[in-house]
């Protein structure tokens, strides 16, 4: 073994180890950022199907070899398809910049959310607030009505009031400023989530699957708060833990979607 290692090595190039680390590296990312979310089970799917093409081949199954060839021909248009929401979140995440600016007027619309979800949890008032990170959300902005306002716990309290047109919709809030309310958000289509969140809760992880903004929603039936950070949610928190997550989030860079899990531990 040290022989063939030995002829080995002379031959092995600078750009190889490169190559080789890049690849690595590549990988990693990608497990890491799709880890707990539905693309693991559509992956792991597909794997499967893989797997009964080349075991159906060993079997003579010639019937189901070449109906699993035919499909798996167009393998990259099938991931591409399957896995396009993913495909857009990891390109857009690897784009990212290494660290966050940790603004005065963002820190002061962490403050002010904080405050009126601890508010509305009180008094049982239903909302749900997204926070804008580095993926812009311009397009579910134009959903809404747009307001282009101070972040405050008085306004954000005044739009989730059960009388107001806006309660239902989301409130998008964007480089520290509410920009609109009443947004409508894609939901989650993960079937792991619990058939027991409503409507709010499932928009709240939707955005979250799509971009890397961090939602809170508050339940109108219990009044628990809830964080939603990478298509997962955390539920029935405190005040002050919701603020402790929202400043980590938008202090660092979040390049392990569980960084912010380990630090409520500490």
């Known amino acids: 073994m040290m022989d063939s290692l030995q002829q080995f090595l002379p031959i092995l190039r600078w750009q190889d180890v490169v190559d080789i680390l890049l690849v690595a590296f590549i990988i990693y990312r990608i497990m890491v950022l799709i880890r707990g979310t539905r693309a693991v089970q559509m992956a792991a799917g597909l794997g499967v199907?893989?797997?009964?093409?080349?075991?159906?081949?060993?079997?003579?199954?010639?019937?189901?070899?070449?109906?699993?060839?035919?499909?798996?021909?167009?393998?990259?248009?099938?991931?591409?398809?399957?896995?396009?929401?993913?495909?857009?979140r990891v390109l857009?995440?690897?784009?990212?910049?290494?660290?966050?600016?940790?603004?005065?007027?963002?820190?002061?619309a962490l403050e002010e959310v904080a405050k009126a979800a601890s508010d509305m949890s009180k008094s049982k008032t239903?909302?749900?607030?997204?926070?804008?990170?580095?993926?812009?959300?311009?397009?579910?902005?134009?959903?809404?009505?747009?307001?282009?306002?101070?972040?405050?716990?008085?306004?954000?309290?005044?739009?989730?009031?059960?009388?107001?047109?806006?309660?239902?919709?989301?409130?998008?809030?964007?480089?520290?400023?509410?920009?609109?309310?009443?947004?409508v958000l894609p939901l989650t289509s993960n079937p792991a989530i619990s058939r027991r969140l409503g409507t709010r809760h499932r928009a709240g992880i939707g955005i979250t699957?799509?971009?890397?903004?961090?939602?809170?929603?508050?339940?109108?039936?219990?009044?628990?708060?809830s964080v939603a950070i990478a298509g997962r949610i955390t539920r029935d928190i405190s005040p002050g833990i919701l603020r402790?997550?929202?400043?980590?989030?938008?202090?660092?860079?979040?390049?392990?979607?569980?960084?912010?899990?380990?630090?409520?531990?500490?």
């Open 209 to 225: 699957e799509q971009t890397d903004a961090v939602t809170v929603i508050v339940s109108e039936e219990t009044g628990a708060i």
């Open 49 to 88: 199907i893989i797997l009964i093409y080349f075991v159906a081949k060993q079997l003579q199954l010639y019937t189901l070899h070449w109906l699993l060839g035919t499909a798996l021909s167009s393998l990259f248009l099938l991931v591409v398809i399957v896995f396009q929401d993913d495909i857009r």
């Open 244 to 266: 402790r997550i929202l400043h980590n989030s938008f202090a660092t860079d979040e390049k392990d979607t569980s960084r912010w899990r380990l630090r409520l531990n500490r």
């Open 126 to 183: 239903g909302a749900l607030m997204v926070l804008e990170r580095t993926i812009g959300l311009n397009e579910y902005i134009e959903t809404g009505t747009k307001i282009d306002g101070e972040v405050s716990k008085m306004l954000l309290n005044t739009i989730f009031a059960k009388c107001t047109p806006l309660h239902d919709g989301a409130v998008i809030i964007q480089g520290g400023r509410l920009a609109a309310a009443g947004c």
């Open 92 to 108: 857009t995440q690897f784009g990212q910049p290494p660290f966050l600016r940790y603004k005065v007027k963002t820190f002061h």
